[in-house]
């Protein structure tokens, strides 16, 4: 594998599921990202990871729960989602969390909550 | 606060056609500028960006993009359109380069999709 990979690429989930979506980066970078991707608006930047350590959470609701286990594993645990959530969720990496740094983008995972 | 704005939402250009895509910023401190590309079923590519120095950058594929501050703009330019390029483009503005935190991140306009007609 090479890049950022991301799994499932597409999930269906009701409204009381819990599931995972899961990305990993086989560049050796530092910096891991989640953006969620909605139709007609702006890519919107979730969750920025620096080593392991989260720096930023962009008042994302507390039923998306990220967690970075190591720099190349990236998680976004899902709950009781609504479907608002359903969208494109694109995981990215970086060398350093500087914004000179080239993000790489994952395929995403096309999310429906039904 | 920062913000990108992408005028149009759809382009359609003849294969071989001249492109230019639009892209506004508004930031208070000297903007870095990015474009990327989205394939269907794909993620972002960077194509382009710009920092400082030469105003006019190149990127892959052919592209080029122009800064102009006393625009606020930063438009996206090839000069023969190839059906392959049919996609979405984002054009972003960084916030800055201190490691850590905000400084990091980009600021995404709504994307142009572009179909290109035979």
């Known amino acids: 594998e090479t890049g950022v990979t991301q799994t499932p690429r597409h999930l269906v989930m009701g409204m009381t599921n819990k599931k995972s979506l899961k990305c990993e980066q086989h560049l050796g970078h530092n910096a891991m990202y989640w953006y969620k991707q909605s139709a007609k608006k702006p890519l919107e930047l979730m969750f920025v990871y620096s080593l392991e350590e989260r720096v930023e959470n962009n008042s994302v609701p507390s039923r998306f729960s990220p967690e970075c286990p190591n720099s190349s594993h990236l998680f976004l645990h899902l709950h009781t989602l609504q479907p608002e959530d359903s969208a494109l969720y694109l995981c990215?990496?970086?060398?350093?969390?500087?914004?000179?740094?080239?993000?790489?983008f994952g395929p995403g995972t096309r999310l429906t909550v039904t | 606060a920062q913000s990108v704005t992408q005028p149009d939402i759809h382009i359609t250009v003849s294969e071989g056609a001249s492109l230019e895509l639009r892209c506004n910023y508004s930031y208070g401190a000297t903007p870095y500028l990015f474009w990327y590309v989205q394939s269907p079923g794909q993620g972002l590519q960077l194509l382009l960006k710009?920092?400082?120095?030469?105003?006019l950058v190149q990127g892959i594929k052919g592209f080029e993009a122009e800064f102009k501050r006393s625009q606020s703009s930063f438009n996206l330019r090839k000069p023969s359109v190839h059906w392959s390029d049919a996609a979405e483009y984002f054009c972003?503005?960084?916030?800055?380069?201190?490691?850590?935190?905000?400084?990091?991140?980009?600021?995404f306009g709504k994307g142009t999709k572009l179909s290109v007609k035979p």
């Open positions: 710009y920092f400082s120095g030469d105003t």
């Open positions: 972003a503005v960084g916030r800055g380069i201190r490691k850590g935190g905000s400084q990091g991140n980009l600021i």
């Open positions: 990215a990496s970086s060398q350093e969390v500087v914004v000179t740094y080239e993000q790489y």
